[in-house]
């Protein structure tokens, strides 16, 4: 049996790109919105478990939660909680709510923008 390939941040992101796009004709507008948040908040979470392993080899398996809170202990403050917020709202927008209007186009670009600022600085 053969180890997984990691997880391509850069793939994840053009997956998003081509989603917010239309590029994929088959699903609906509120389907890609939703496809594309799922993309970013995984290359989010990617990056995270990426600065937390190089910081803290053998890190224990543990909840994405509890590796934002972690963050802080790696990065600055400011990176921490931009990072906590915006793997909120991607989770928000990822998920199907029968009350809730889903994302729109815009706010799913804001928040890629976001999401490509963050993972730079997670990089480094």
């Known amino acids: 049996m053969t180890a997984p390939a990691p997880t391509s941040v850069e793939g994840l992101l053009l997956t998003a790109d081509h989603l917010l796009n239309g590029e994929l004709a088959d699903a609906t507008t509120?389907?890609?919105?939703?496809?594309?948040?799922?993309?970013?908040?995984t290359a989010l979470e990617v990056c995270v478990d990426r600065a937390l392993e190089a910081a803290t080899p053998g890190l224990p398996r543990t909840t994405g939660r509890a590796k934002l809170l972690l963050l802080h202990s790696v990065a600055s403050a400011e990176t921490a909680r931009r990072?906590?917020?915006?793997?909120?709202?991607?989770?928000?927008?990822?998920h199907y709510h029968l009350y809730e209007l889903g994302p729109t186009c815009d706010q799913v670009r804001v928040w890629r923008t976001e999401a490509d600022g963050l993972i730079r600085e997670l990089s480094h």
């Open 30 to 41: 509120a389907g890609r919105h939703r496809g594309a948040c799922l993309a970013l908040r």
């Open 83 to 94: 990072a906590k917020a915006l793997w909120s709202q991607l989770s928000l927008g990822c």
